[in-house]
Nanobody, 126 residues
Framework: QVDLVESGGGLVQAGGSLKLSCSVS????????MGWFRQAPGKEREFVAT????????YYADSVKGRFTISRDNTKNTVYLQMNDLKPEDTAVYYC???????????????????WGQGTQVTVSS
């Protein structure tokens, strides 16, 4: 069993910043990828960013490139998503997820991850 717990969501004005955190209940395996996803009302869940646990290689959705940064702290089993220059269209529930062998399975930027957190609400007002 793997538990993922997100924190850091909230209400922010457009142009502001938030930092999300995701704590993992066990030491991630070296072939894991840890990702952030979001789901806005009435829309499907979409990929935001991901990072490979061993090498720290990052991938981003085009909509957040240059504004969001994903990072990890191996000592704390925690993944972060720093969100800057937030826009109203970034409003969504943000989920943390983990996938094993994500590179091999070709699922890095898809929603086919294996373990999911409960989500944290991010609301950006205009």
């Amino acid at each position: 069993q793997v538990d993922l717990v997100e924190s850091g969501g909230g209400l922010v004005q457009a142009g502001g910043s938030l930092k999300l955190s995701c704590s993992v209940s066990r030491d991630p395996f070296s072939d894991w990828a840890m990702g952030w996803f979001r789901q806005a009302p009435g829309k499907e869940r979409e990929f935001v960013a991901t990072i490979t646990w061993s090498r720290g290689k990052t991938y981003y959705a085009d909509s957040v490139k240059g504004r969001f940064t994903i990072s990890r702290d191996n000592t704390k089993n925690t993944v972060y998503l720093q969100m800057n220059d937030l826009k109203p269209e970034d409003t969504a529930v943000y989920y943390c997820a983990a996938a094993y062998s994500a590179v091999t399975r070709g699922i890095l930027t898809t929603t086919q991850y294996d373990y999911w957190g409960q989500g944290t609400q991010v609301t950006v007002s205009s």
